[in-house]
């Protein structure tokens, strides 16, 4: 069985400001990861994902994350904010090796502020 | 976009009223996923297809049938729609042939059910 935890389900920084989305999930298998990131009326697009290859994993628009597991984390950051970024953030497990289907979290809406 | 399309965009429709909708792809996977998508949730997996007529439940699929008779369209029908079913629903594509690969999603289709 696996879940996703997002802490937050609205975050607001102000442009430059350093982004942090709270991710933790559990899984009784080794856990492959994911973030998604959904602009308003589109479909999810792909930012990043661990596969165990390395523990920090950068992603696309100066994202990154860093797998923790003994903290069973996969938060998400970026240095500094861009207007640009302001979406939903969608944090996603995978361990089952059937269907191999994604878990998702409910989500984080982040608004950036100028 | 991994060259996945849905039909219809939007539909409104009335409790009772059979709805389908379609996902095709160009690109020939194997894997393809329904999930619907709403505030507070996530996405939640519908079904999912792992070939041509062969398909399984996901965790929420009461109320919903899908058929695969081709590898490019897997179809969502809702036999007897209720506003319980109201949400955005969209389809997605495993890219390749392991768990950890990554999953490609359409653009999403609006239903709202009267």
């Known amino acids: 069985a696996q879940s996703v935890t997002q802490l937050g389900s609205h975050v607001s920084v102000s442009e430059g400001a350093l982004v942090l989305l709270r991710c933790n999930y559990s899984s009784s298998v080794p856990p492959y990861l994911f973030w998604y990131v959904q602009y308003p009326n589109q479909g999810l697009q792909l930012l990043l994902k661990?596969?165990?290859?390395?523990?920090l994993v950068k992603g696309i628009n100066g994202f990154e994350a860093e797998f923790k597991k003994s903290e069973t984390s996969f938060h998400l950051t970026k240095p500094s904010a861009h207007m640009s970024d302001a979406a939903e953030y969608f944090c996603a497990v995978s361990g089952d090796t059937g269907r191999r289907a994604l878990t998702f979290g409910s989500g984080t809406r982040l608004q950036v502020q100028p | 976009d991994a060259g996945i399309t849905q039909s219809p965009r939007h539909k409104v429709t009335e409790t009772g009223t059979p709805v389908t909708l379609r996902c095709h792809q160009t690109e020939n996977h194997r894997y393809m996923y329904w999930y619907r998508q709403d505030p507070g949730h996530g996405l939640r997996l519908i079904h999912y297809s792992y070939g041509v007529k062969d398909t399984d439940k996901g965790e929420v699929s009461d109320g919903y049938s899908v058929s695969r008779s081709k590898t490019e369209d897997f179809l969502l029908t809702l036999e007897s729609a209720t506003s319980s079913q109201t949400s955005v629903y969209f389809c997605a594509i495993s890219a390749g042939n392991t768990h950890t690969d990554t999953q490609y999603f359409g653009p999403g289709t609006r239903l709202t059910v009267l």
């Open positions: 661990y596969t165990s290859a390395a523990t």
